[in-house]
């Protein structure tokens, strides 16, 4: 009877794991479409202004911009982002020593200084008076 009960989550899970892709990747685009419209709106907006102050060069470049950003395929652009990204290794590696030297300079360096100790203070007696 137990192998009976998982083999029905099996085939359930089966079935339910497409449908719940579906199900993302779907609201995904629409959600990818959705910034697409409203960043080529915009753009388009921007346009606009820049036209209006004579500014056409800049005008015209927008809507290629604008233009540039309609795909059918909302992951395009996740080559290129993924190249830039790996060349650009020196910005995601942490810093070495020597390079850490020659940004620092002038500052002083609190990593190799020890805190300072303070003295205790004694109690003071109750036969001390206070200075005036």
Same mark, same amino acid.
């Given at each position: 009877?137990? @192998?009976?009960? #998982? ?19 779907s609201s995904a685009e ?8 409203? #960043?080529?709106?915009?753009?388009? =907006? ?6 209006? =102050?004579? @500014? ?9 911009? !604008? !233009?540039? $950003?309609?795909s059918d395929n909302p ?10 990204? !790996?060349? =650009?290794?020196?910005?995601? $590696?942490?810093?070495? !020593?020597?390079?850490?030297e020659g940004e620092t ?10 805190? @300072? ?16």
């Open positions: 009877m137990f @192998k009976g009960i #998982q083999w029905f989550i099996e085939r359930i899970v089966e079935r339910m794991i497409p449908v719940i892709g579906t199900m993302f990747s629409t959600l990818q479409a959705l910034g697409q419209a409203e #960043q080529q709106s915009r753009l388009e =907006d921007e346009a606009r202004k820049y036209e209006a =102050d004579g @500014k056409t060069e800049i005008a015209n470049a927008l809507r290629q911009r !604008a !233009a540039r $950003l309609t992951a395009s652009q996740s080559v290129q982002i993924f190249e830039n990204v !790996a060349n =650009d290794e020196q910005r995601l $590696l942490p810093p070495t !020593a020597s390079s850490r300079t002038g500052l002083p360096n609190l990593v190799d200084q020890r805190p @300072k100790r303070r003295r205790k203070q004694s109690a003071p007696s109750g036969n001390e008076q206070p200075e005036l």
